[in-house]
């Protein structure tokens, strides 16, 4: 087909997949002279891209779908590229009769490298690069920089953090949507000890006793910013942090567009069957321990399936800290 000159990205959820389309929409702006590129996605979701300079323009998925649908017809893409590839989208893609070219999930494949730990199924290539292989007949490559996030406002290191936290800190996102996400209290807690700088603790309102817990046990070393920042401020905080540890959640997955050393820890999912571990990134430790029973699920549970929660409890922090303190 001849080079369209406006695009249409869809994807609609969630965070961290969300922000690892943003170098498809990067290159497609770069790569075709003149291309208009929108982007779909839920009102929730707006942040991630309201400040990106290669998007024309944003739109929001509407509370009745055939309003959307309406929207996009008005538009008059010449192309949608569909990186959702859910029941939605289909039917957009039906209802507008705009040629597309849509992301491949490999649900079959995931489900039984999930159910029966055949790790040999597990993909080799990185979200971002099987994002990106939707465009590829279009002539764009992977232009081999990170993922892009853009904080909304100017900010001072000040305006959060003591003074004892502001010249060089550790970032620790200890939040995270399901449980078998996150490390227990007393991992952290150890962690936190054995840095030699200060530790910035970040998370929503649903950490926030654990913050306040962990900075109990661990002294003056350990600052909470958990339910006083926004997630806009989160990012600063990030992006001005020495170096960041993290679990598998949208922050963390958001700190790498700005190529801080980083540790990317894994509990009860896998970075192998996602294919979401830090990209780009110089400087990168992923942590977790092999498992017969893991992953156990695809996007974290409420409680260890099993009960003893060893893929978090037996992770070395010998091997986080001394990342960390080099």
Excluded at 54 to 67: Q, R, V
């Amino acid at each position: 087909m001849k080079a369209p000159k406006k695009i249409l990205v869809i994807r609609l959820s969630s965070m961290g997949d969300i922000i690892y389309t943003t170098p498809v929409v990067r290159c497609l702006k770069q790569q075709i002279p003149g291309c208009e590129v929108h982007f779909l996605t839920k009102e929730q979701f707006k942040y991630i891209y309201q400040q990106n300079p290669y998007l024309s323009k944003l739109h929001l998925l509407k509370p009745k779908l055939k309003d959307t649908i309406q929207d996009i017809k008005d538009e008059k893409f010449d192309l949608i590229i569909d990186l959702h590839n859910n029941l939605r989208t289909s039917i957009i893609k039906i209802a507008t009769q705009i040629p597309s070219s849509t992301y491949k999930k490999d649900s079959i494949k995931k489900w039984l490298a999930l159910k029966f730990k055949w790790t040999s199924l597990f993909s080799k290539d990185h979200l971002v690069d099987r994002y990106l292989e939707t465009v590829k007949f279009l002539g764009v490559k992977n232009d081999d920089k990170p993922i892009d996030y853009y904080v909304r406002n100017q900010y001072r290191i000040g305006e959060f953090l003591p003074p004892s936290h502001q010249a060089q800190f550790i970032a620790f996102v200890i939040g995270a949507t399901h449980f078998t996400k996150r490390m227990p209290n007393e991992k952290i807690i150890e962690i936190c000890r054995g840095s030699k700088l200060p530790v910035v603790l970040l998370g929503g309102n649903d950490v926030k006793d654990n913050a306040t817990e962990i900075c109990n046990a661990v002294g003056p070393n350990v600052y909470s910013t958990c339910g006083l920042t926004n997630l806009d401020q989160s990012v600063f905080i990030v992006s001005q942090a020495h170096k960041v540890i993290g679990f598998d959640t949208g922050l963390t997955h958001i700190a790498e567009a700005f190529d801080k050393p980083i540790v990317s820890v894994w509990g009860g999912t896998t970075p192998e069957l996602l294919g979401v571990y830090p990209y780009k990134v110089k400087d990168s430790l992923i942590a977790g321990i092999d498992l017969s029973c893991r992953p156990c699920s695809k996007f974290g549970l409420e409680q260890c399936p099993l009960g003893h929660f060893k893929c978090m409890k037996n992770i070395p922090a010998a091997e986080i800290v001394n990342f960390t303190n080099t």
